[in-house]
């Protein structure tokens, strides 16, 4: 297996990906380490402080740490846009690019995980968009975005809290490989799946 090290923008991604690598059978160790960077504008202080010095044919074999380095990031509202921000760092700094949902669309995480839900609990998401759908009408509300949706979908599933007391539908503390709430075999993640293992294997 390859020495990776997987940069991801937030805890909710890297919440997500955590549990994934586990369901794909991949531990966590000092060979593959996974780093929230608290927010994608912190990603060129981080390659210009890490990425050379975690592998690099800039460098010598003798100065790098022998690690690739993987970036998981958000496209948001423009797939095409954050492609180029990102390749025209690639140019400089050597790592390989994954963006969510599907690394072709527009969307985030939350994107995914509406794709990912468990069939039989799509009513809760159909009933939250018809919410939205009523307050669009009347501009003095603010619309709520996905990450509100994902956290009513799980908050409408479960008690509310962990036995720690710890707030279950929170991002950070989803049980992402409880089948009755997600899929982690849904083709929807063919994608994601076939990049990971193709640069940890």
């Not at 390659?47 to 690099?56: I, R």
């Not at 003798?62 to 954050?82: C, E, H, M, P, T």
């Not at 072709?104 to 794709?115: F, R, S, V």
């Not at 899929?183 to 193709?198: A, D, G, S």
Request: net charge negative.
């Amino acid at each position: 297996m390859a020495k990776v090290r997987i940069y991801l923008e937030g805890q909710s991604d890297e919440a997500f990906i955590n549990q994934y690598l586990n369901h794909l059978d991949f531990v966590l160790n000092d060979d593959l380490v996974v780093e929230n960077l608290g927010g994608k504008d912190n990603l060129k202080a981080k390659v210009k402080a890490d990425f050379l010095d975690n592998y690099s044919s800039k460098l010598s074999g003798s100065k790098a740490l022998g690690y690739k380095n993987v970036v998981v990031f958000d496209a948001d509202d423009d797939f095409d846009g954050r492609l180029n921000e990102l390749t025209a760092l690639k140019a400089k700094f050597e790592f390989e690019l994954f963006l969510f949902p599907n690394d072709k669309d527009n969307g985030n995480l939350e994107t995914l995980l509406c794709e990912i839900v468990n069939p039989k609990h799509k009513k809760i998401l159909e009933c939250f968009d018809g919410f939205r759908d009523c307050i669009s009408v009347n501009p003095d509300y603010r619309l709520p975005d996905d990450k509100t949706k994902m956290y009513v979908y799980v908050d409408t599933l479960v008690e509310n809290k962990w036995s720690d007391g710890r707030d279950i539908a929170h991002p950070k503390n989803r049980n992402y490989q409880n089948p009755d709430h997600w899929n982690l075999n849904h083709e929807y993640l063919t994608p994601l799946k076939t990049f990971l293992q193709n640069h940890i294997q």
